[in-house]
């Protein structure tokens, strides 16, 4: 039975993003629309069971990984000013608008500042795959967007983690200890880097197989991610920071060109079919009203809280569009702080459909305009 839910998963995924190619869209706006059709809300074709769970996580660990493989670090560093600059202009927007939109739908200042939270989260697994098909990932955008949503990852992350101490008992002494953790994990990725860098030529040659470095490289992506996550960071900013070290080596292409294979085959298509058969559109109707206001609320914090900072910081008018646009999606992130808050109690079922309704819209709404505005540039 598993091998026949797979094959209907990749079958799906195949299947839609053809359709959207077809079109002139991106395939993973296809790959999720036709998650929500084979999944437990219409037709009922595979569960998303833990075994897929597993995959899908899997997925995005390594579409995260070959997005870092794929930056230029130099441009980064050149970048990263501004990057922290938008990054917090499209934590502390949504936030607000988070807020004021769950106030007005009458749930407490707990509630609400949770939800405000969850849209200050910025999902860049599907801003990174719609630049990938585009080719648009090292632009100055793609690269500012990557940076200012690892550090919105970083910041939710360390928000998340405060909010848990005052909410349950006896974790509010953990807090520092969390923010250690944090601090002693970036310490560490960046020793990690340096020796990766300085050891890598030393070590391997070019005459090592192209299978051997691309293995190499697969494991310390997966214990990159694993140390992050045991950290208190999430495995996908692992994962992106041990594509970024290995960026600086010699190997860098050899293990991109495999890892693009494994994942774009299997694992990254899982992904996001799985993320779209766990949409429920019973529950998602039942809270449609607060689901859309969500909706306006999240895409406009990110367009005014990081497009707009992005004007103010001399880029031009349409690449600070771009910027707003790609910052949008929320997906597997603000899921991860969602499932946080349903454990803590501070999010009730009725809003969590409400959220879900929010997550998937802008997941889906992002990649084509996002496509669109880098159309009008080519």
């Given at each position: 039975?598993?091998?026949?839910?797979?094959?209907?998963?990749?079958?799906a995924g195949?299947?839609?993003?053809?359709?959207c190619?077809?079109i002139?869209?991106?395939?993973?706006l296809?790959?999720l629309?036709f998650?929500?059709?084979?999944?437990?809300s219409?037709?009922k074709?595979v569960?998303?069971?833990?075994?897929?769970i597993?995959?899908?996580?899997?997925?995005?660990v390594?579409?995260?990984?070959?997005?870092g493989?794929e930056?230029?670090?130099?441009?980064?560093?050149?970048a990263?000013?501004?990057s922290?600059?938008?990054?917090?202009?499209?934590?502390?927007v949504?936030?607000?608008?988070?807020?004021?939109?769950?106030?007005l739908?009458?749930?407490?200042?707990?509630?609400?500042f949770?939800?405000?939270i969850?849209?200050?989260a910025?999902?860049?697994?599907?801003?990174?795959?719609?630049?990938?098909?585009i080719?648009?990932?090292?632009?100055k955008?793609?690269i500012?967007?990557?940076?200012?949503?690892?550090?919105?990852d970083?910041?939710?992350?360390?928000m998340?983690?405060?909010?848990?101490?005052f909410?349950s008992?006896g974790?509010?002494?953990?807090?520092?200890?969390v923010l250690?953790?944090?601090?002693?994990?970036?310490?560490?990725?960046?020793?990690?880097g340096?020796?990766?860098?300085?050891?890598s030529?030393?070590?391997f040659?070019f005459?090592?197989?192209?299978?051997?470095?691309?293995?190499i490289?697969?494991i310390f992506c997966?214990?990159f991610?694993?140390?992050?996550d045991?950290?208190?960071?999430a495995?996908?900013?692992?994962?992106y920071?041990?594509?970024?070290?290995?960026?600086?080596?010699?190997?860098?292409?050899?293990?991109?060109?495999?890892?693009?294979?494994?994942?774009y085959?299997?694992?990254?298509?899982?992904?996001?079919?799985v993320?779209g058969?766990?949409v429920?559109?019973?529950?998602?109707?039942?809270?449609?009203g607060?689901?859309?206001v969500?909706?306006?609320a999240?895409?406009?914090?990110?367009?005014?809280?990081?497009?707009?900072?992005?004007?103010?910081l001399?880029?031009n008018?349409?690449?600070?569009?771009?910027?707003g646009?790609?910052m949008?999606?929320r997906?597997?992130?603000?899921?991860i702080?969602t499932?946080i808050?349903?454990?803590?109690?501070?999010?009730?079922?009725?809003?969590?459909?409400?959220?879900?309704?929010?997550i998937?819209?802008?997941?889906?709404i992002?990649?084509?305009?996002?496509k669109?505005?880098f159309a009008?540039?080519?």
């Open positions: 039975m598993f091998l026949y839910q797979l094959a209907i998963i990749l079958a195949a299947f839609g993003g053809y359709l190619r077809k002139n869209q991106p395939a993973v296809g790959q629309i998650g929500i059709l084979i999944g437990p219409l037709f074709l569960e998303p069971s833990e075994t897929f597993h995959l899908a996580d899997l997925g995005v390594l579409l995260m990984f070959i997005a493989l930056t230029d670090i130099d441009e980064m560093i050149s990263g000013k501004s922290f600059i938008i990054a917090m202009g499209g934590v502390i949504p936030i607000a608008f988070g807020m004021g939109a769950s106030l739908f009458g749930n407490d200042a707990g509630e609400s949770f939800i405000g969850i849209l200050a910025t999902s860049v697994s599907i801003t990174v795959e719609t630049l990938r098909e080719d648009k990932l090292r632009t955008q793609g500012t967007i990557l940076s200012a949503a690892v550090i919105d970083v910041v939710g992350i360390i998340l983690s405060l909010v848990a101490g909410i008992p974790e509010g002494q953990s807090i520092w200890l250690v953790k944090l601090v002693g994990f970036f310490i560490l990725a960046l020793v990690l340096f020796l990766v860098v300085k050891l030529s030393k070590f040659s005459k090592n197989t192209t299978e051997r470095i691309a293995g490289g697969l997966l214990l991610s694993f140390i992050a045991e950290m208190g960071v495995a996908i900013t692992g994962a920071l041990a594509g970024i070290m290995i960026s600086s080596t010699p190997f860098k292409q050899k293990i991109s060109y495999k890892m693009q294979e494994l994942s085959l299997l694992f990254t298509p899982i992904f996001f079919v993320t058969m766990e429920d559109i019973t529950h998602m109707l039942n809270d449609l607060f689901g859309v969500l909706m306006v999240a895409i406009l914090g990110k367009l005014i809280g990081c497009g707009f900072v992005a004007r103010l001399k880029f008018k349409r690449e600070s569009l771009q910027i646009l790609g949008i999606p997906g597997e992130v603000a899921l702080i499932d808050g349903l454990r803590l109690g501070v999010v009730h079922k009725g809003l969590f459909a409400a959220i879900i309704f929010m998937l819209t802008t997941t889906m992002s990649p084509p305009l996002l669109k505005s009008k540039t080519s």
